[in-house]
């Protein structure tokens, strides 16, 4: 059985921008505002075909797929939307944060690379605060308690451990983050491997 209206109109749907790039996600209900005002089509993830509304009307909900309920129509909970005119990608970079730290760095302690849990998890400091070293993306890094111990106030040079990576502003885009569970199967079909790993919160 479908969901609920309510639901339905809630859940999340991907944005892809013209050249089919995802940008962002929002709900069914902003998704098909786009979609009646003709700035967006509709996609049936499994085919890639392009629907407008009336035609996505006519295809029957999946089985194991939402719905959405109205007196006279039952209609398939749309997952994707391709918008009709943008093109760009939004340049919003990343903000810095800790949580964005440790989602670059796939919670792996940047020197000795062993996963290391919430609990014990620091962001290490390259260039030491007291030595002028600066809360950026490419001077924080997250590090074992052990490593952090072992690397002190010392500059990189002296404590004889070695970087897994260079560390960087991340390249994946923000807006793509969602709720924790909130996206779709269906969507693997559009994003990288990348954005899916690390920018879709599920
Ligand atoms: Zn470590």
């Given amino acids: 059985m479908g969901q609920s209206l309510g639901w339905g109109l809630t859940a999340p749907t991907l ?5 089919w790039v995802p ?3 929002t709900t069914v209900r902003h998704a098909l505002n786009l979609v009646i005002k003709d700035s967006a ?3 049936q993830p499994d085919t890639y075909q392009v629907h407008d ?3 996505w009307c006519t295809l029957s909900p999946l089985p194991e797929g939402g719905a959405i309920r109205t007196p006279n129509l039952i209609i398939r909970l749309p997952e994707v939307i391709v918008l009709m005119a943008y093109n760009k990608i939004p340049g919003n970079k ?3 944060s800790r949580r964005n730290v440790h989602r670059r760095d796939g919670n792996l302690c940047q020197y000795c690379g062993r ?8 962001i290490d400091h390259v260039v030491p605060r007291s030595v002028g070293g600066k809360n ?3 001077n924080c890094v997250i590090a074992c308690r052990r490593c952090n111990n072992a690397k002190g106030d010392k500059a990189l040079s002296e404590c004889g451990l070695r970087l897994l990576r260079r560390p960087t502003q991340p390249d994946w885009s923000p807006c793509i983050t969602t709720r924790k569970g909130q996206r779709c199967q269906s969507w693997r079909g559009f994003v990288s491997e ?6 879709f919160g599920g």
């Fill in 15 to 19: 944005v892809l921008n013209k050249s």
């Fill in 23 to 25: 940008i962002s996600t």
């Fill in 41 to 43: 089509r509709l996609i």
């Fill in 53 to 55: 509304f009336e035609s």
């Fill in 94 to 96: 990343v903000p810095f």
């Fill in 115 to 122: 996963h290391v849990h919430h609990s014990e998890m620091t």
């Fill in 136 to 138: 950026t993306w490419e």
């Fill in 194 to 199: 990348k954005q899916w790993a690390m920018g």
